[in-house]
Every structure is written in C-alpha cells, then in structure tokens.
C-alpha cells in the first residue's frame, strides 16, 4: 500500500503543479513570457515521477554520484534562471516608473502654467467689464 503511495503522491503533485500553472496562465495571473520555466518544471516533476530511474540515468550521464547531487545542482541552475529574468523585469519596471514620474511632473508643470495663464485672463477680462460698466461713455 505504502508503495503505491510513493508512487502515486508524486505524480498527482506533478498533475496538480501543471493544472495549476495553465490555471494561472489561462487567468492570466502569469505572463507566457515567465511560464515556460514554470512548465519545464513541471514536465520534469511528472517524467521524473512517473519514471524515477530516469534520475540515476541521467544523473549517470553528467557524472553526478547520487541523483541528488544533480537533483541539487538543477535546483540552483533553476532558481539563478528564475532570479535573473526577474531581476531584469524589476529593471524595465523601474526604468517605466522613472520615466512615467518625469511625465507627470512635465504634465503638472504644464497644467498650473496653464491654469495660472487662464486665471490671469480672468481677471483681466472682470477687469474689462468693471471698466465697461463703470465708463460714462459708453453708456450713452
């Protein structure tokens, strides 16, 4: 019983990693840009699950002594991968931020130069018409 177990837990984990990355894909939670690591992933989850001896082949072919060690070695490569793609999303981030606060500061600067433009041109349009009123002349 316990046997099966072993064998099945990984495998309905594996399944459940790969519905849950479409889950999240298909509620575009997740960009197609950063998923494909993600299902590489969880492709090699299931193959290594459903074929655990996959693991003493291949660890074999790159010289690894023990599947763990190369098990440890992928985790790594894995986790730089995942830092580096979104250590270079954060920059393009900062850099559109930066860019963005320059606009609306160029965008605000514009709007009370132009607010200021139009209360002037109030003023001296109230000023006119006080003139106006108040000119004997023009009354009659």
Known sequence: ??????????IVVSVGLLAYIF???RSHRVR???VWVWLVLGVGMLVLSIVPQLAFVVSGWFGFQAPSNLLL?????FLLITVMNLSTAISGVEEDRRRFVEEIAL?????RELEGSLASREAEASLDAQATRNDPEERG
């Not at 965008?107 to 709007?111: K, N, Q, Y």
């Open 107 to 111: 965008l605000d600067a514009r709007i």
């Open 32 to 34: 197609e840009r950063y």
């Open 1 to 10: 019983m316990t046997d099966i177990l072993y064998r099945l837990l990984p």
């Open 23 to 25: 889950f999240l894909l």
């Open 73 to 77: 070695v992928s985790c790594s490569v």
